[in-house]
């Protein structure tokens, strides 16, 4: 074990450097791990290799050799490729405001993107999390008895989730929060995401976060050339206090609302030019929903013109809507049921469904579990559906990607979900999985588009946030804009080498 005294202060010249490399650090000590036919040697300062009180239990090799930094265990330690820099004594749960202008840019080479009518994989997303750093209260990581301003006995806040945010809590209108949501989305090969939509005067304000999300992609997309897509998700349930003959007055409404406000805009999400919109039933007091399939073909009659996807296979709305959108199976009393029966049936279903109907847009749907037992079950009582070490995700891929190339159905597939933390559906990296989620994901992207996709890319978003919540200057933005243009144009080794240079001379 040696002692390091002397930081490296360098910028421009790691560009050249993009397989092993060390980060120095005052104060810190190292240790260099190597490749053993039983995976990665490291010596005896790796217990103090710690993030938020869990050891890391795998780092990923360039050229057989990883170099890994150990430091206080109040330090959070970055690790990526053979690199591990640590900024000591961070402040993961720190936001910043990051200004929201465009900044002037240079010509950018446009990436290979896809047209909105071929959107190829969207990601459910929640836009529901408000934290009392950035606004003021706590919002969903509260639910139930929870309290995010106590400590569990891990050390990570008590929220109300079945596993625990890599960039830990977060809030849905913090706009380093969305850039690295959409940058990580990005690597992974996914196009677009579909809010969960309460109308527009919900109680936690969703539908401000909803355009903050907008303001964030047509930044992003302003900047570095990518063309993201954003739909949005009506929950039937926002009707639920209304008086029967005041609901489908109320939700012409809000799905007008909707095409005023938001499907106009550049990167809403449309199929064949048309906005979509996706609808979620509620379930009332025993009746399949609160609008009957006359009352929402009314609506729609009346509006100008979108598609409506309906969950499920009920023929008499699908009879009155465009599309069939499928979902996570149900909870089953055997955890390990992951759903079989559900992915046997739901794609033969959805294609007799299109025949009978003549439906102009299908989606998959896959998932990696659920879990919603940190709020049981909205109270309701906790479902469970085991992860098994990422199986279930895995068949759920396989079925969809068979279904999308039959050609007739699941011309989009979505992701269930990017972030729904309370009920344990999320792919969003997490202590307990780290990125292995989106790289499976990237697999069976490729599949479908046959491009190819970086895990090593997976950090360099978690880098640039993590520069702007401990670092937050105009020399740190001007440092992070730098590195998103290499980043969006895939030099992802450059754009890592300069955040991580940049981060180790702080």
Same mark, same amino acid.
């Given at each position: 074990?040696?002692?390091?005294?002397?930081?490296?202060?360098?910028?421009?010249?790691?560009?050249?450097?993009?397989?092993?490399?060390? #980060?120095?650090? =005052?104060?810190? +000590?190292?240790?260099?791990?190597?490749?053993?036919?039983?995976?990665?040697? %490291? !010596? &005896? @300062?790796?217990?103090?290799?710690?993030?938020?009180?869990?050891?890391?239990?795998?780092?990923?090799?360039?050229?057989?050799?990883?170099? #890994?930094?150990? =430091?206080?265990? +109040?330090?959070?330690?970055?690790?990526?490729?053979?690199?591990?820099?640590? %900024? !000591? &004594? @961070?402040?993961?749960?720190?936001?910043?405001?990051?200004?929201?202008?465009?900044?002037?840019?240079?010509?950018?080479?446009?990436?290979?993107?896809?047209? =909105?009518?071929?959107?190829?994989?969207?990601?459910?997303?929640?836009?529901?999390?408000?934290?009392?750093?950035?606004?003021?209260?706590?919002?969903?990581?509260?639910?139930?008895?929870?309290?995010?301003?106590?400590?569990?006995?891990?050390?990570?806040?008590?929220?109300?989730?079945?596993?625990?945010?890599?960039?830990?809590?977060?809030?849905?209108?913090?706009?380093?929060?969305?850039?690295?949501?959409?940058?990580?989305?990005?690597?992974?090969?996914?196009?677009?995401?579909?809010?969960?939509?309460?109308?527009?005067?919900?109680?936690?304000?969703?539908?401000?976060?909803?355009?903050?999300?907008?303001?964030?992609?047509?930044?992003?997309?302003?900047?570095?050339?990518?063309?993201?897509?954003?739909?949005?998700?009506?929950?039937?349930?926002?009707?639920?206090?209304?008086?029967?003959?005041?609901?489908?007055?109320?939700?012409?409404?809000?799905?007008?609302?909707?095409?005023?406000?938001?499907?106009?805009?550049?990167h809403y999400l449309r199929h064949d030019d048309v906005p979509v919109i996706f609808y979620w039933q509620a379930l009332s007091h025993d009746i399949p929903a609160l609008l009957s399939p006359a009352q929402l073909g009314t609506l729609q009659s009346e509006l100008p013109e979108f598609k409506l996807l309906y969950l499920g296979a009920n023929s008499d709305y699908l009879a009155v809507t465009d599309g069939f959108y499928s979902w996570v199976s149900g909870a089953n009393e055997d955890p390990l049921d992951y759903g079989e029966d559900y992915l046997n049936w739901v794609y033969p279903e959805m294609e007799f469904q299109s025949s009978q109907h003549e439906l102009s847009l299908t989606v998959g749907s896959v998932y990696p579990g659920f879990d919603d037992s940190a709020t049981n079950g909205w109270g309701g009582g906790s479902r469970f559906i085991d992860r098994q070490d990422g199986l279930v995700y895995?068949?759920?891929?396989?079925?969809?990607?068979?279904?999308?190339?039959?050609?007739?159905?699941?011309?989009?597939?979505?992701?269930?979900?990017?972030?729904?933390?309370?009920?344990?559906?999320?792919?969003?990296?997490?202590?307990?999985?780290?990125?292995?989620?989106?790289?499976?994901?990237?697999?069976?992207?490729?599949?479908?588009?046959?491009?190819?996709?970086?895990?090593?890319?997976?950090?360099?978003?978690?880098?640039?946030?993590?520069?702007?919540?401990?670092?937050?200057?105009?020399?740190?933005?001007?440092?992070?804009?730098?590195?998103?243009?290499?980043?969006?144009?895939?030099?992802?080794?450059?754009?890592?080498?300069?955040?991580?240079?940049?981060?180790?001379?702080?």
């Amino acid at each position: 074990m040696e002692s390091i005294s002397n930081v490296l202060a360098i910028r421009h010249f790691w560009y050249s450097v993009c397989s092993a490399f060390c #980060v120095a650090l =005052a104060g810190c +000590t190292f240790a260099v791990a190597t490749a053993t036919e039983s995976g990665l040697a %490291i !010596p &005896d @300062a790796s217990p103090a290799l710690q993030l938020d009180a869990t050891p890391i239990t795998q780092l990923t090799l360039i050229d057989e050799a990883a170099v #890994v930094v150990a =430091a206080t265990p +109040t330090a959070e330690i970055l690790v990526s490729g053979g690199l591990a820099a640590v %900024i !000591p &004594d @961070a402040t993961p749960i720190q936001s910043l405001n990051v200004p929201t202008e465009e900044i002037p840019l240079a010509e950018v080479p446009q990436l290979n993107m896809n047209t =909105a009518q071929d959107v190829t994989v969207l990601a459910h997303y929640m836009a529901w999390y408000k934290t009392r750093e950035y606004s003021g209260e706590w919002l969903y990581w509260d639910w139930g008895d929870h309290n995010p301003d106590n400590l569990r006995l891990d050390g990570f806040p008590d929220a109300a989730t079945a596993h625990r945010p890599l960039i830990g809590l977060y809030d849905s209108r913090d706009p380093a929060v969305l850039d690295y949501q959409l940058a990580t989305a990005w690597a992974t090969g996914i196009r677009g995401f579909v809010i969960d939509w309460y109308g527009p005067n919900d109680r936690g304000n969703i539908d401000g976060a909803t355009q903050a999300m907008f303001a964030a992609v047509e930044r992003m997309s302003n900047n570095y050339g990518i063309d993201f897509k954003v739909g949005l998700m009506y929950e039937e349930k926002t009707l639920g206090h209304l008086e029967d003959e005041n609901k489908p007055i109320v939700a012409k409404q809000h799905i007008q609302y909707i095409l005023d406000t938001y499907s106009e805009r550049p990167h809403y999400l449309r199929h064949d030019d048309v906005p979509v919109i996706f609808y979620w039933q509620a379930l009332s007091h025993d009746i399949p929903a609160l609008l009957s399939p006359a009352q929402l073909g009314t609506l729609q009659s009346e509006l100008p013109e979108f598609k409506l996807l309906y969950l499920g296979a009920n023929s008499d709305y699908l009879a009155v809507t465009d599309g069939f959108y499928s979902w996570v199976s149900g909870a089953n009393e055997d955890p390990l049921d992951y759903g079989e029966d559900y992915l046997n049936w739901v794609y033969p279903e959805m294609e007799f469904q299109s025949s009978q109907h003549e439906l102009s847009l299908t989606v998959g749907s896959v998932y990696p579990g659920f879990d919603d037992s940190a709020t049981n079950g909205w109270g309701g009582g906790s479902r469970f559906i085991d992860r098994q070490d990422g199986l279930v995700y895995e068949v759920a891929w396989q079925r969809a990607v068979e279904a999308n190339q039959k050609g007739s159905i699941a011309n989009l597939i979505q992701v269930v979900t990017w972030n729904d933390w309370p009920e344990g559906t999320e792919i969003e990296p997490s202590i307990e999985y780290g990125r292995s989620y989106l790289e499976t994901t990237q697999t069976h992207i490729s599949t479908l588009t046959g491009e190819t996709y970086s895990a090593d890319a997976l950090v360099i978003p978690e880098l640039i946030l993590t520069a702007r919540r401990n670092y937050p200057s105009a020399e740190t933005e001007a440092i992070v804009h730098e590195t998103h243009q290499l980043f969006f144009q895939n030099r992802y080794p450059e754009a890592q080498a300069l955040i991580s240079a940049y981060l180790a001379a702080q």
